[in-house]
């Protein structure tokens, strides 16, 4: 099969993210001697600098990683939570009956930092000084434009111009945005940043001190204050067309930090894939593995009805249990083995039939199932300004998006391997804090505020993300990191590349390469929540006959460009050697190594 670009094999070491920058810089902390989680947290570091329409500093991300060290795979979950003072009563009283995509309302804790601290306090080798130099640097003396960012700034730029001055400072330089390959800076941020390793690295004691250090500055010092001091002064324009101040507090903040946790795995062939736990949307993946198991997908061609149309049934499957069972499992009940058990599954597989179906189905799990009949009715119909299917986040002018990310691979000699999908806190969801640089992130959106859904709105508790990286073991031992940005598709587009290499064969290149698709039949988890019937987005290089046979099956069809969907990366080692690959769709994504 033809490819955009070889897939990349070495001994050495493999990065492998959305942004050709984060990549050279990742390869250079492993080329200095550091291992893939100080690789993965300057990496990180960087593209928050770099695609600061995708991912920030006030932002949130899971990661999930196999360290040499340790028998099993972890999760490190840095989604922060909902304020103490959000409640469903209290978006009645504002008359609201979604929480705005943009604005301060939105904000949730900013969990990115806490959780790379902590992957580089207990597993990086590096100090905190050795992994930030690369973002400041290009903080502070600039990095090229991409056509991306333009376009997004350019979108909000009355917005911005208007309302969110703050934001119009640093992004509307002489009142344009910057001009694509234009060198651009950030100076602010890079102050922050610099501030933080002065005074964490000024104390007294070892490496591991120091970043608990720079956490409490972040979380209980004057990072914080300055946080709870714009929420509290300021009242921002969102997407519902009002001003609000924000719910988010330093006390917030402070009662807040990342944790680890036990991935949830489905054994696929002799693959176990492991995902998040339902506080993300990382499951979905594993159940439609475990819906398409059996079922032949392997001997279908690829770009064909059969194939298309049996993914397509599976993932509206798979999400109509995301939105009837899926939410923070320290406040509800998640049964998650019967999601994944195999008497279930075959229920839900004998649900696929010829025609595409019409209705969102969630299975019936005795005592666990909520209300999704009033998000579906709401929602139903409901369009946005531009196709859910883009790469970057789509903005209107009152900041709201569709959401998107940035995502990374990293695989070491020494057989650590880490996958994270840094997300929130992008220049459009908020105002920009004059004192920092950076804006907080808007993940509360995706909350309901109906109290019978498992992701309705609670004091304190996690939004359900659609952030989703991804591993996989085969025969038992470490083999894969891989992900993708997309909001509510990553998960669909994840499964589309696991299938092309674990039952096609093809290589993590050819699979990242072969024509993409994804269904919107399910409320989307951003504003305006919409919710699309039957609705397949094909990339626009499946064969006419595919096409019309879909249409023929009863998908409403639409063409996309032939290199739109997703941003997919990945990276696989055997033991000796390892591979990486990334998508040449969006013109930024590279791996690298050797």
């Known amino acids: ?69 340790n028998p099993q795979p ?29 604005g301060l309302l939105c904000a949730v804790v900013p969990g990115a930092f806490d959780a790379w601290m902590l992957l580089l306090r207990d597993y990086g080798t590096m100090t905190l000084s050795e992994v930030m130099e690369p973002s400041i640097a290009y903080a502070r003396n600039g990095y090229p434009v991409v056509p991306r960012i333009t376009a997004t700034i350019d979108t909000v730029r009355e917005l911005f111009s208007t309302e969110w001055k703050t934001s119009a400072e640093i992004y509307l330089p002489n009142g344009k945005p910057p001009v694509p390959g234009s060198i651009f800076k950030n100076p602010t941020m890079a102050n922050t940043y610099e501030k933080i390793i002065r005074e964490a690295e000024g104390i007294k004691g070892n490496r591991e001190k120091q970043i608990d250090h720079a956490r409490a500055i972040w979380y209980r010092g004057w ?79 690829p770009r064909g ?7 397509v049934e599976s993932a509206k499957l798979a999400f109509a249990d995301r939105e009837a069972y899926y939410g923070d499992p320290a406040f509800i009940d998640v049964p998650m083995t019967e999601l994944l058990s195999s008497e279930y599954n075959k229920e839900r597989r004998a649900l696929i039939g010829q025609q595409a179906s019409e209705k969102l189905i969630p299975g019936k799990i ?3 199932l909520g209300s999704i009949d009033k998000a579906i009715d709401d929602r139903s119909g409901i369009t946005v300004a531009a196709s859910l299917g883009a790469g970057e986040p789509t903005v209107a002018k009152t900041g709201v998006s569709t959401g998107d990310t940035v995502h990374l691979d990293i695989i070491d000699k020494y057989g650590n391997m880490v996958s994270c999908t840094p997300s929130g806190g992008w220049l459009q969801s908020s105002p920009i804090i004059p004192k920092l640089g950076f804006c907080l992130g808007n993940r509360g959106q995706m909350f309901w505020l109906d109290k019978n859904s498992p992701s309705a709105l609670v004091p304190g508790k996690r939004p359900r993300t659609t952030l989703s990286p991804s591993l996989a073991l085969k025969d038992g031992k470490p083999f894969m990191v891989f992900g993708t940005p997309g909001g509510d598709q990553q998960d669909q587009w994840s499964t ?3 299938l092309h290499h674990a039952d096609h064969g093809m290589n993590l290149q050819e699979s990242i390469d072969c024509p993409a698709f994804h269904t919107d039949h399910f ?22 006959s595919t096409i019309n046979e879909l249409k023929r099956r009863g998908h409403d069809i639409e063409i996309g460009e032939p290199w739109s969907e997703g941003r997919l990366t990945a990276a696989s080692s055997d033991g000796s050697t390892l591979k990486a690959a990334a998508n040449a769709r969006g013109m930024q994504g590279y791996a690298a190594g050797r």
């Open 523 to 544: 409320p989307s988890s951003f504003w305006p929540r919409a919710y699309q019937s039957k609705k397949v987005v094909l990339e626009g290089r499946f064969p006419d």
């Open 366 to 368: 005795d005592g666990y």
């Open 223 to 301: 990072i914080a204050e300055e946080i709870d001091r714009f929420c509290r002064s300021q009242e921002v324009m969102d997407v519902s067309g009002r001003r609000h101040k924000g719910l988010l507090t330093g006390e917030d903040m402070a009662n807040w930090q990342a944790t680890y946790d036990q991935p949830v795995t489905y054994d696929y062939g002799n693959y176990t894939v492991c995902k998040c736990g339902p506080w993300s949307q990382g499951p979905v993946l594993l159940q439609q593995l475990a819906i398409l198991d059996g079922l032949g997908v392997g001997s279908m061609d």
């Open 74 to 102: 972890q999760v490190l979950c840095g989604q922060g939570t909902i304020p103490a003072a959000a409640s469903i009563q209290k978006f009645s009283d504002l008359g609201l009956d979604l929480i705005p995509g943009s």
């Open 305 to 311: 009805p059969d194939f298309v149309h049996t993914v």
């Open 496 to 498: 589309l590349m696991f």
């Open 1 to 69: 099969m033809f490819t955009t670009r070889p897939e990349l094999i070495g001994t050495f070491g493999v990065v492998t993210t959305t942004h050709w920058i984060g990549s050279a810089v990742g390869m250079s902390i492993l080329e200095k001697g550091g291992n893939a989680f100080d690789a993965a947290v300057a990496t990180g570091f960087v593209l928050q600098v770099v695609e600061p329409h995708l991912n920030g500093p006030g932002g949130d991300m899971p990661i999930i990683f196999q360290a040499a060290k």
